[in-house]
């Protein structure tokens, strides 16, 4: 049994997990039912799309998902053709992963969505807030970065120079 001053409601990984997820299932109702994209697709996508062509393992690396969720979409992507693999030119036995046009279409159609859903919850901040929220955010960041323990954050996860503003799910 826990310590008789331990809330589970008030433990920070859990409230940071509950969030995570309330705005993960939101984001998911609008990319499943109007593209039929799951989660999992739906990261690989846009993913891929700030990388331009990348692996598996680089993938699997930045979008917080187990590796086999990583394979699965990249093969359902593939199979739609939203994705195509190509051998790598730097080494022959890498495959690399590319948007292909439609895949391309389907994020220039999505992404406008999903900033909406942010721009929502944003909103709900003031502009001090939200600036506020951004930089306790990267606080935490920079904490568990010092934590040989805690999982390394990929380059691209890191802040922009000069940008405040709150990555979209």
Request: hydrophobic share 40%; proline share 7%.
């Amino acid at each position: 049994m826990p310590a008789p001053d331990f809330n589970l409601s008030d433990f920070l990984p859990y409230r940071l997990a509950v969030l995570t997820a309330r705005v993960s299932k939101l984001l998911a109702s609008i990319y499943e039912e109007r593209f039929g994209l799951t989660m999992p697709e739906w990261r690989v996508m846009v993913h891929v799309a700030r990388s331009e062509k990348v692996s598996i393992r680089e993938i699997h690396n930045c979008v917080n998902l187990e590796k086999p969720s990583v394979s699965r979409a990249v093969a359902k992507l593939e199979e739609a053709g939203l994705l195509a693999k190509a051998t790598s030119a730097r080494d022959q036995r890498l495959v690399e992963i590319v948007l292909t046009p439609e895949g391309q279409k389907v994020l220039e159609a999505l992404i406008p969505e999903a900033l909406a859903v942010e721009a929502r919850l944003l909103g709900a901040l003031s502009e001090g807030e939200r600036e506020q929220f951004s930089e306790l955010m990267e606080r935490l960041h920079r904490e568990l970065d010092l934590n040989p323990d805690a999982p390394k954050r990929s380059a691209k996860d890191l802040p922009s120079s000069g940008s405040s503003r709150l990555p979209a799910e």
